[in-house]
T-cell receptor
């Protein structure tokens, strides 16, 4: 199978910056998605990287290195509402393979 | 515009029964995927359909099946339900990967 590793939990302070890392086995994947999921809700799309490098979208940025099987999600100017699970999902063959997710808790 | 609609939202079934879940994608989206989410296993891919054809299937037993209709609406069926099938079943539709996959609110299935 494709091992996808991301930290289980992280905590950060409101207004700070946090980086959530994700590593995965590279075989068969063409790109990588990041999703946010609040407790009891459906995942919502944050970013998609198909090329190596950094994609910036407002307070959220995502980086991908396909050769290294490495990605990170950078969240700036953290807000309390950013407390959620963040799911790394390599994509290939028309399917997403989700990691277990990183639970982020933002404190005042 | 309307999002991805899944029905029903909640379902309670007895072991051995079968169940059919429905998903209506965003208008214009021809790709529909199904995922199972449980606390222990996380989000796992079930299958993906595009223009009524199954393009990919995850590692689930044959009791799990699906189909897609000409209007892109999709159904998934689970036969001979087991307690371990209790989960949140999520459907996602996509115009193309560059635009991401949009998830529905899911159907929470409880097998007793």
């Amino acid at each position: 199978g494709q091992n996808i590793d991301q930290p289980t939990e992280m905590t950060a302070t409101e207004g700070a910056i946090v980086q959530i890392n994700c590593t995965y086995q590279t075989s068969g994947f063409n790109g990588l998605f990041w999703y946010q999921q609040h407790a009891g809700e459906a995942p919502t799309f944050l970013s998609y990287n198909v090329l190596d490098g950094l994609e910036e979208k407002g307070r959220f940025s995502s980086f991908l290195s396909r050769s290294k099987g490495y990605s990170y999600l950078l969240l700036k100017e953290l807000q309390m509402k950013d407390s959620a699970s963040y799911l790394c999902a390599p994509w290939g063959y028309n399917k997403l393979i989700f990691g277990a997710g990183t639970r982020l808790a933002v404190h005042p | 515009k309307a999002g991805v609609t899944q029905t029903p939202r909640y379902l309670i079934k007895t072991r051995g029964q079968q169940v059919t879940l429905s998903c209506s994608p965003i208008s214009g989206h021809r790709s529909v995927s199904w995922y199972q989410q449980t606390p222990g296993q996380g989000l796992q891919f079930l299958f993906e359909y595009f223009s009524e054809t199954q393009r990919n299937k995850g590692n689930f037993p044959g009791r799990f099946s699906g189909r897609q209709f000409s209007n892109s609406r999709s159904e998934m069926n689970v036969s001979t339900l087991e307690l371990g099938d209790s989960a949140l079943y999520l459907c996602a539709s996509s115009l193309s990967p560059n635009y991401g996959y949009t998830f529905g609110s899911g159907t929470r299935l409880t097998v007793v």
